[in-house]
């Protein structure tokens, strides 16, 4: 059994699961018409494969059915075009160095015209891990307290300072004065590798911002101040990763906080109750191109009120830069 028919096989047994849980790479049907220059018994399929990242074509993509009667390859511009018999009810796409995709449990009406994308991503490297930059954590209290914080990822840890131990952090607060060990600190800091860092999406695309990075420093002041930061954080933010983005003509910038970042980063444990918190990892990828992706959408940064005990953490990750076809 070949590669490709084996990844059908396995696929249909995984149906199931894929139609619980929102796939990572996804198929958007353009439109699906009546076309008389289309025999009664197939269906003709056209479209295009684009990187969910960068909106490049990718090249050399099988789409086919699944038994593979009927297939094709995408062209230098992504393009496709595929004759289906009425009865099929399924199309997948598959390349080796991108996410394979499967169009499940689709009605291919004979004498239709159906048009349809496949938005994929760049596989990583096996073994290849990406850094989670300096996460740092302030604290805030109008109570002076000592508290323990642990986070659920902490064998993932490469550094950190003051030093993470088993055990966590012991901090002590005195008038938001913060120390470890008796000594004081401004935050805690910590890095990491991840293999799972990636521009997290919907079943609309990316929603994720692009900007001509002369503008960096007025759109990360825009984004923080949305985000809730007070002046030291964004300092701290801006003199961090504004260097880094500028060594890039463009980028795409997108926010992930609170819930997700629980479960894209990790979770924060506190001995004590957090009466407000926000968590604020960003992710970027430079890009020589001025074209904005495709599939990207305005992403929506929200606040937060800070009262009694309060944390607030930021870090981030950068992507290998956006290739040019």
Same mark, same amino acid.
Request: aromatic content about 14%; proline content about 3%; charged content about 20%.
């Given at each position: 059994?070949?590669?490709?028919?084996?990844?059908?096989?396995?696929?249909?047994?995984?149906? /199931?699961? %894929?139609?619980?849980?929102?796939?990572?790479?996804?198929?958007?049907?353009?439109?699906?018409?009546?076309?008389?220059?289309?025999?009664? *018994?197939?269906?003709?399929?056209?479209?295009?494969?684009?990187?969910?990242?960068?909106?490049?074509?990718?090249?050399?993509?099988?789409?086919?059915?699944?038994?593979?009667?009927?297939?094709?390859?995408? *062209?230098?511009?992504?393009?496709?075009?595929?004759?289906?018999?009425?009865?099929?009810?399924?199309?997948?796409?598959?390349?080796?160095?991108?996410?394979?995709?499967?169009?499940? /449990?689709? /009605?291919?009406? $004979?004498?239709?015209?159906?048009?349809?994308?496949?938005?994929?991503?760049?596989?990583?490297?096996?073994?290849?891990?990406?850094?989670?930059?300096?996460?740092? &954590?302030?604290?805030?209290?109008?109570? #002076?307290?000592?508290?323990?914080?642990?986070?659920?990822? =902490?064998?993932?840890?490469?550094?950190?300072?003051?030093?993470? /131990?088993?055990?966590?952090?012991?901090?002590?607060? #005195?008038?938001?004065?913060?120390? &470890?060990?008796? *000594?004081?600190?401004?935050?805690? !800091?910590?890095?990491?590798?991840?293999?799972?860092?990636?521009?997290?999406? *919907?079943?609309?695309?990316?929603?994720? #911002?692009?900007?001509?990075?002369?503008?960096?420093?007025?759109?990360?002041? $825009?984004?923080?101040?949305?985000?809730?930061?007070?002046?030291?954080?964004? =300092?701290? !933010?801006?003199?961090?990763? $504004?260097?880094?983005?500028?060594?890039?003509?463009? =980028?795409?910038?997108?926010?992930?906080?609170?819930?997700?970042?629980?479960?894209?980063?990790?979770?924060?444990?506190?001995?004590?109750?957090?009466?407000?918190?926000?968590?604020?990892?960003?992710?970027?990828?430079?890009?020589?191109?001025?074209?904005?992706?495709?599939?990207? %959408?305005? +992403?929506?940064?929200?606040?937060?009120?800070?009262?009694?005990?309060?944390?607030?953490?930021?870090? $981030?990750?950068?992507?290998?830069?956006?290739? +040019?076809?």
């Amino acid at each position: 059994m070949n590669r490709l028919l084996m990844l059908c096989v396995l696929l249909v047994l995984a149906s /199931n699961l %894929f139609a619980e849980s929102l796939p990572r790479d996804y198929w958007h049907v353009i439109s699906d018409q009546k076309d008389d220059s289309v025999k009664k *018994n197939t269906c003709l399929v056209t479209g295009k494969v684009a990187s969910v990242y960068s909106g490049s074509p990718v090249v050399g993509g099988v789409i086919s059915n699944l038994d593979r009667s009927s297939n094709t390859k995408t *062209n230098l511009l992504g393009e496709f075009s595929l004759v289906l018999s009425s009865k099929d009810t399924a199309i997948f796409f598959y390349h080796p160095e991108y996410s394979e995709i499967v169009c499940w /449990n689709y /009605n291919f009406q $004979g004498g239709h015209h159906v048009n349809m994308n496949f938005v994929t991503s760049e596989k990583l490297e096996d073994g290849m891990m990406i850094m989670e930059e300096k996460p740092v &954590v302030y604290l805030y209290s109008d109570k #002076d307290l000592s508290v323990n914080l642990k986070y659920s990822n =902490a064998a993932d840890f490469t550094f950190s300072y003051p030093t993470y /131990n088993e055990q966590g952090w012991d901090v002590s607060l #005195d008038n938001n004065n913060m120390t &470890v060990d008796g *000594n004081s600190y401004p935050y805690l !800091f910590w890095e990491g590798f991840s293999s799972e860092i990636a521009f997290q999406r *919907n079943e609309i695309g990316v929603q994720a #911002d692009f900007i001509n990075t002369d503008s960096t420093i007025q759109y990360l002041e $825009g984004a923080l101040d949305l985000l809730g930061f007070n002046s030291t954080e964004k =300092a701290d !933010f801006i003199t961090y990763w $504004g260097p880094r983005i500028i060594n890039h003509p463009y =980028a795409q910038i997108q926010f992930i906080s609170d819930d997700r970042y629980d479960q894209l980063i990790g979770e924060v444990i506190s001995s004590v109750e957090i009466d407000s918190k926000k968590r604020v990892y960003m992710i970027f990828q430079g890009s020589q191109s001025s074209k904005s992706p495709p599939y990207l %959408f305005k +992403q929506e940064l929200k606040s937060f009120a800070r009262k009694g005990f309060t944390l607030v953490e930021w870090g $981030g990750s950068e992507l290998a830069p956006i290739k +040019q076809l």
